[in-house]
């Protein structure tokens, strides 16, 4: 049988991706003992301890928690500011609509470094230090540039003869934005919350900058453990690996929109 090179080429380039993930599965179930000693492709004495730890320490379960807590909160703001505006540059025009578009993505383009000073000075003064919003709203920043960036796009494809139709039919702004225009640039909104929620997942910069007990993220958590005997290696892989199960959900549930996204729209 003629095997294809693509193919082979496909396979090997697969492998190539999941032999980090890979090892870093093994060196979660392993003990630090076995991780600094020796190198094997499977663990000699399996354990999950190190998930133990995660599981039953608040330091390391509340990291979850709190990224859980202010990724949704930054998409659920993201959106909800991106739809209108993106939905304003695909219909209207408007004085400076242009420079104003280009402005908005100049600041997805600035690296998060750039912005951590002056909001932690902020959000210092004004006592949002340490709090899930804080984080939130740091995010949304670079989120909202990107979402109205993607669902402009969606929403360019979509005929402006639909909204004059809905309103000799009777229907309202709200009414038609929320009946007829939501559903057609579903798979949109589906690609924008996802970028939104991938970027404020695994942004490490401005989470840490921002959060010190309250509100610290797992990527938080993870940079800043260290004990007497030096780093809990095991522990750091067993966290990593649960860091990857959000992003994993996210992808899976919402893979037929970015399918669409990558045929559609700005993706």
């Not at 039953?56 to 202010?70: A, L, M, Q, R, V």
């Not at 559903?183 to 010190?212: D, H, K």
Request: overall charge positive; some cysteine.
């Amino acid at each position: 049988m003629k095997i294809n090179n693509s193919a082979i080429i496909i396979v090997l380039y697969i492998l190539f991706l999941m032999l980090p993930i890979y090892w870093l599965l093994i060196m979660s179930l392993k003990t630090n003992q076995e991780i600094l000693s020796t190198f094997n492709l499977w663990p000699e004495n399996l354990t999950f301890n190190n998930y133990k730890v995660i599981f039953t320490d608040p330091s390391w379960y509340g990291g979850y928690i709190n990224s859980i807590i202010y990724v949704v909160m930054n998409t659920i703001i993201s959106l909800s500011v991106a739809i209108p505006a993106a939905y304003a540059f695909s219909r209207y025009t408007f004085l400076g609509d242009k420079h104003l578009f280009f402005w908005l993505l100049t600041n997805r383009m600035a690296p998060p470094a750039v912005f951590a000073l002056p909001f932690f000075q902020l959000y210092s003064s004004v006592g949002l230090f340490d709090t899930h919003i804080a984080v939130a709203l740091a995010h949304t920043l670079f989120n909202v540039p990107l979402a109205v960036w993607i669902l402009e796009g969606f929403m360019r494809g979509v005929p402006r003869e639909i909204d004059e139709t809905a309103y000799l039919d009777g229907y309202s702004f709200f009414a038609f934005f929320k009946k007829i225009f939501l559903p057609l640039i579903a798979p949109g909104i589906g690609v924008a919350a996802f970028f939104c929620f991938m970027f404020s997942w695994v942004e490490l910069l401005l989470s840490r900058t921002l959060t010190s007990v309250d509100a610290k993220s797992i990527a938080a958590t993870m940079t800043r453990t260290a004990s007497a005997s030096g780093l809990d290696w095991g522990v750091l892989a067993a966290a990593g690996m649960l860091t990857i199960i959000p992003g994993a959900l996210v992808i899976y549930f919402v893979r037929n929109y970015i399918a669409k996204g990558f045929a559609m729209g700005r993706v």
